[in-house]
């Protein structure tokens, strides 16, 4: 069983910049891989960034070369480092971890960007 808390979203205007940590505990290793998704009102939950062991990182267009997402093994932790935010970028941002064939979800944390 894994569970996954998220923290750090909240409140910023255009083109500020905030970041997310979401620490797993349970039965978690490096090579589990673990994500960033987000879900706007409305629309369906979508992927922002994925990651394995740390490395081979992927983004969805949207935010490449704005979002870059970290992970530190040893912590059991990812962040995700979001720059240069938008109004779009609003929306509630989940943890996410795939272990063997399982996946788990945290409880979301709601990012606003004001214009």
């Known amino acids: 069983q894994v569970q996954l808390v998220e923290s750090g979203g909240g409140l910023v205007q255009t083109g500020g910049s905030l970041g997310l940590s979401c620490k797993a505990s349970?039965?978690?290793?490096?090579?589990?891989?673990m994500a960033w998704y987000r879900q706007a009102p409305g629309k369906q939950r979508e992927l922002v960034a994925r990651?394995?062991?740390?490395?081979?990182?992927n983004y969805s267009d949207s935010v490449e070369g704005r979002f870059t997402i970290g992970r530190d093994n040893a912590k059991q932790t990812i962040y995700l480092q979001m720059n240069s935010l938008k109004p779009e970028d609003t929306a509630v941002y989940y943890c996410?971890?795939?272990?063997?064939?399982?996946?788990?979800w945290g409880q979301g944390t709601q990012v606003t960007v004001s214009s």
């Open positions: 996410y971890a795939k272990v063997d064939t399982v996946v788990y």
């Open positions: 349970g039965n978690i290793v490096s090579s589990d891989t």
């Open positions: 990651t394995r062991s740390g490395r081979y990182p």
